[in-house]
């Protein structure tokens, strides 16, 4: 889709720190994020919602999401990992193109998990994304 910032960073238009990447599959760090080690995993291809996705494609969402929470867990020493996905403005979804949040947790953090407290939070700082990155994309 021509106006879709996920669109545009799957194609690498726009930067990211991203932490993994096939030919379907993409993954970048939230430069909003709840917790160390937030990202997200999208579809390269636009699809909007759970309703559109293709399901193979959604499969292999769910696979790289595995991989990904593995990796939080065993390099960020996560204790404990949230998966969120929502579908529609009503339900929170802000960019209209399918992506599944990872949120590390950790013991303690304090991070309340209602959608509208990601209106306050601060924008990362990028130097800690960029070691986050480094970290979970093996470079």
């Known amino acids: 889709m021509e106006n879709c910032i996920f669109c545009k960073i799957a194609k690498g238009e726009i930067p990211s ?3 993994y990447e096939d030919k379907d599959i993409f993954a970048f760090l939230d430069i909003k994020p709840f917790s ?3 990202c997200l995993v999208i579809p390269k291809q636009h699809f909007e919602n759970i309703f559109d996705i293709d399901e193979n494609i959604l499969k292999k ?3 790289v999401a595995k991989k990904m929470c593995e990796k939080i867990k065993n390099t960020l020493h996560a204790d404990g990992i949230r998966l969120s996905q929502s579908n529609g403005k009503t339900a929170g979804q802000e960019i209209m193109h399918f ?3 990872i949120i590390p ?3 303690g953090d304090g991070i309340p998990m209602h ?3 990601t209106l ?3 924008q990362a700082n990028s130097e800690e994304l960029k070691k986050i990155a480094e970290k979970l994309s093996n470079k």
């Open 17 to 19: 720190y991203k932490i």
């Open 36 to 38: 160390k080690g937030h």
């Open 61 to 63: 969402v769910a696979v």
């Open 99 to 101: 992506h599944l949040h």
């Open 105 to 107: 947790r950790y013991e």
């Open 115 to 117: 959608p509208a407290a």
């Open 120 to 122: 306050h939070l601060p």
